[in-house]
Nanobody
Framework: QVQLVESGGGLVQAGGSLRLSCAAS????????MGWFRQAPGKEREFVAA????????YWADSVKGRFTISRDNAKNTVYLQMNSLKPEDTAVYYC????????????????????WGQGTQVTVSS
C-alpha cells in the first residue's frame, strides 16, 4: 500500500498560477505511473494529466494542454502539477493517483484504472 498526500491548493485569481504537490510514502514510488484528476461541484471526476514511470511520457487533457505541466521527482517521492493561466472553470478538488500496473513508458487515462488515491486539495479560481 502507498499513501498519497496532496498540497498546494488554494484561492487564486484568474490568470494566476499554482503548483500542486503529491507526496507518496514507501519505496516503490518509481514503480508507479502517476496521474492527476479533478472533480468540480456536481460533475464527474475527470482526467487532467499523467506521467509514466520513466518520466519520459506525459499526457494532458485538451482543456489544460499548454497551461498545465506534470513532472515527477522519484528521489523525493513526489509528483507535481504546475498550473498556469488558471481559469474559473479549473475550480475543482484535485486528486493525485498511482497506477501500479503501468508499463515503464505508458500511462492510463481512466480513474478506475488507478490503484491508490490521495484525499484531494481544493483549487478555487476567481473571475
Amino acid at each position: 500500500q502507498v499513501q498519497l498526500v496532496e498540497s498546494g491548493g488554494g484561492l487564486v485569481q484568474a490568470g494566476g498560477s499554482l503548483r500542486l504537490s503529491c507526496a507518496a510514502s514507501g519505496r516503490t514510488f518509481s514503480s508507479y505511473a502517476m496521474g492527476w484528476f479533478r472533480q468540480a461541484p456536481g460533475k464527474e471526476r475527470e482526467f487532467v494529466a499523467a506521467i509514466s514511470r520513466s518520466g519520459g511520457s506525459t499526457y494532458w487533457a485538451d482543456s489544460v494542454k499548454g497551461r498545465f505541466t506534470i513532472s515527477r521527482d522519484n528521489a523525493k517521492n513526489t509528483v507535481y502539477l504546475q498550473m498556469n493561466s488558471l481559469k474559473p472553470e479549473d475550480t475543482a478538488v484535485y486528486y493525485c493517483a498511482a497506477d501500479r500496473t503501468a508499463m515503464y513508458t505508458t500511462v492510463k487515462f481512466g480513474a478506475l484504472e488507478y490503484d491508490y488515491w490521495g484525499q484531494g486539495t481544493q483549487v478555487t479560481v476567481s473571475s
